[in-house]
């Protein structure tokens, strides 16, 4: 039995009136702390390298460089998987996400882009905030704008061109709202961006049909209206001579100055651990028992975090879809000090970067501190499987923090 000496009740009244006094500066002026909280969001932007992309000067990034030169060479009647001038590994499915933007110049597309990105993260961190702190939701999404801005996915992304952002906002009121036709519309937009996620609708096939169908029909719909721009022989195109190497192909050696740091696939945190050969046939294993879990056991949340691990195509910045996942699970293990540590610790593996990784020699002690991401995404899914009954009351119920 634990005894409360006078210097515990002491400290436990103190915190309890810390709390209760900035409870109370929240309650009364939680409007100007948002606007406070939103400038300091606008100045972290402007210091960053993320408002280079708005300056005339600047060149596009490297990814929508790729995919830009991919979708105009689409249009103008060329298969961009046999046009050596026009490399990219995604699927034709992806180019269906940038062909809007191949109708604007270089600078438009850049710029347009990257204020989409901002909004989505923000209206994202909106959801959120909406689900679980509904009576702070204006104040509560601007400190998680600012959280999600902090994390080097999100940043990186913008810079390389991806509209992750815009996907992640998809992704969040896919988890946040009610299992329905609109979160499976919902869900099928963001496997448009990223294909690996239409992988998360799976859970929904003998649980939710209706949302299973909607994500399906979806996707299916905007690749047969696109059909005229991506034919369907780029898919064959695709499947001909891409798919089997990204998905399959076994990993190269690990160069020794090379740890390929910002590939945090499975393929490659195996190759930077000098275990390349074991690579295939374990990838093969918990590939079917990753689809054995979707299928039966697995829920939403869960099945977002997986879908990304399992991907053969996994970039740093990726790990910015895992954001609404690790804030939803803080009120289910925020009481729970040993997964309160875990949490903390995934999460900065998730969302930092090390510089001096970029030009480390690949040892096997450097090859696992790279591989951080990754490894930060294992723990996630440790904790979102053991706290999935909470999740899903927190989800389903809207209670808040």
């Known amino acids: ?56 000067s600047a060149i596009l990034p490297a990814d929508l460089d790729s995919y830009y030169s991919s979708v105009r ?14 490399h990219t590994s995604g699927p034709p499915l992806v180019l269906l996400f940038y062909l809007p933007f191949a109708f604007l110049s270089p600078a438009a597309a850049r710029i347009v882009l990257t204020c989409l990105n901002l909004l989505g993260g923000a209206l994202s961190c909106f959801l959120i905030a909406k689900k679980m702190w509904p009576t702070y939701a204006l104040l509560a999404s601007s400190v998680l704008n600012v959280l999600l801005f902090l994390t080097f996915p999100a940043r990186h992304g913008i810079l390389m061109g991806q509209p992750l952002l815009i996907i992640l906002a998809f992704l969040t009121y896919t ?33 939710n049909k209706r949302a299973f169908f909607a994500c399906f029909v979806t996707v299916l719909f905007f690749i047969v209206l696109a059909f005229p721009v991506i034919k369907p022989e780029y898919y064959l195109s695709y499947v001909d001579q891409k798919l089997a190497g990204v998905a399959f192909g076994a990993p190269s050696p690990s160069p020794s100055t090379n740890l390929d740091y910002l590939n945090q696939s499975m393929r490659a945190v ?64 925020i009481k729970h000090r040993m997964s309160l540590v875990v949490w903390i610790f995934s999460f900065l593996l998730s969302f930092s ?30 904790l979102a499987i053991k706290h999935s009954n ?7 119920n809207n209670a808040p923090v």
């Not at 060479?73 to 026009?86: H, K, M, T």
């Not at 020699?361 to 440790?382: C, P, Q, R, W």
């Open 73 to 86: 060479s689409a249009l103008s009647g060329n298969d961009p998987y046999s046009d050596a001038i026009y």
């Open 390 to 396: 909470r999740l899903k009351v927190v989800i389903d």
């Open 175 to 207: 988890m946040v709202a009610p299992s329905t036709f609109s979160s499976g519309v919902s869900l099928g937009f963001a496997a448009i961006g990223k294909t690996y996620l239409g992988l998360a609708s799976l859970p929904w096939f003998l649980k």
């Open 270 to 333: 195996f190759s930077r651990l000098h275990i390349e050969t074991l690579f295939l046939p374990i990838y093969k294993l918990i590939l079917v028992a990753s689809l054995c879990y979707l299928f039966f056991f697995s829920s939403i949340v869960s099945a977002v975090v997986i879908s990304i691990l399992i991907s053969p195509i996994v970039w740093q910045y990726y790990f910015v879809l895992l954001f609404p996942v690790y804030i939803l699970l803080l009120p289910c293990i």
């Open 1 to 56: 039995m634990r005894i409360l000496t006078p210097q515990i009740v002491y400290m436990s009244r103190r915190m309890k009136g810390i709390k209760n006094f900035l409870l109370s500066i929240i309650r009364r002026h939680h409007i100007i702390l948002s606007v406070i909280v939103f400038l300091i969001y606008i100045v972290l932007i402007y210091q960053s390298d993320v408002s280079s992309l708005f300056t005339a």
């Open 353 to 382: 970067h090390f510089a001096f990784l970029d030009h480390a020699d690949s040892t096997f002690l450097n090859g696992l501190l790279a591989s951080h991401n990754f490894l930060g995404g294992i723990l996630l899914l440790v």
